[in-house]
T-cell receptor
Framework: EAGVTQFPSHSVIEKGQTVTLRCDPI?????LYWYRRVMGKEIKFLLHFVKESKQDESGMPNNRFLAERTGGTYSTLKVQPAELEDSGVYFC?????????????FGSGTQLSVL | AQSVTQPDIHITVSEGASLELRCNYSYGATPYLFWYVQSPGQGLQLLLK??????LVQGIKGFEAEFKRSQSSFNLRKPSVHWSDAAEYFCAVGPTGGGNKLTFGTGTQLKVEL
């Protein structure tokens, strides 16, 4: 079974530019999550999709971040315009059901550097 | 609000030595507890989890962790470390009331000396 796929693996952009990160969850997983790790800090929850609906977006930092999951398959996370403090590793995870008893599968992350 | 503290940012051990990574949490009740590992270029992989029952849980790759309610701790242990265990380790907690939103610690980077 293919795992959670994220791309690009690395992205270097200048402040003010736009970047779009993509996540392909494991097939059949209705639940998709975005997390972020700013350098040296903890991994923080951003949001949770159930199929194409946003179940919980309490962790989204501000309105420069836009997450979508059209059709309930892959998801994108757009940052527009990017700021220096957006640098970090963005992780995507998926699970079949939305409960902690269900195993969460993580992708290898996108390293975003905003210069 | 729940929180997780991993007091050791870096730990270096010799191959074959025992390992203990510390994790303390703050939560209103007994949370669900997890340990994840991230090897270079890989995603986070679940090592083990505690939901209820036996407070000593066994995980993959020879790891175990013990939940101690009185100390609000969930320390990860391995009796004999292998060079391939070099990675970053994250402790996490999750709410028992439902949902799949994890709160992670800042991670502990493990270096293994040959």
């Amino acid at each position: 079974e293919a795992g959670v796929t994220q791309f690009p693996s690395h992205s270097v952009i200048e402040k003010g530019q736009t970047v779009t990160l993509r996540c392909d969850p494991i097939s059949g997983h209705d639940n998709l999550y975005w997390y972020r790790r700013v350098m040296g800090k903890e991994i923080k929850f951003l949001l949770h999709f159930v199929k194409e609906s946003k179940q919980d977006e309490s962790g989204m930092p501000n309105n420069r971040f836009l997450a979508e999951r059209t059709g309930g398959t892959y998801s994108t996370l757009k940052v527009q315009p990017a700021e220096l403090e957006d640098s970090g590793v963005y992780f995507c995870a998926s699970s079949r059901q939305g409960h902690l008893l269900e195993k969460l599968f993580f992708g290898s992350g996108t390293q975003l550097s905003v210069l | 609000a729940q929180s997780v503290t991993q007091p050791d940012i870096h730990i270096t051990v010799s191959e074959g030595a025992s390992l203990e990574l510390r994790c303390n949490y703050s939560y209103g009740a007994t949370p669900y507890l997890f340990w994840y590992v991230q090897s270079p270029g890989q995603g986070l992989q679940l090592l083990l989890k505690y939901f209820s029952g036996d407070t000593l849980v066994q995980g993959i790759k020879g790891f175990e962790a013990e939940f101690k309610r009185s100390q609000s701790s969930f320390n990860l242990r391995k009796p004999s470390v292998h060079w391939s265990d070099a990675a970053e380790y994250f402790c996490a907690v999750g709410p028992t009331g439902g949902g799949n939103k994890l709160t992670f610690g800042t991670g502990t980077q493990l270096k293994v000396e040959l």
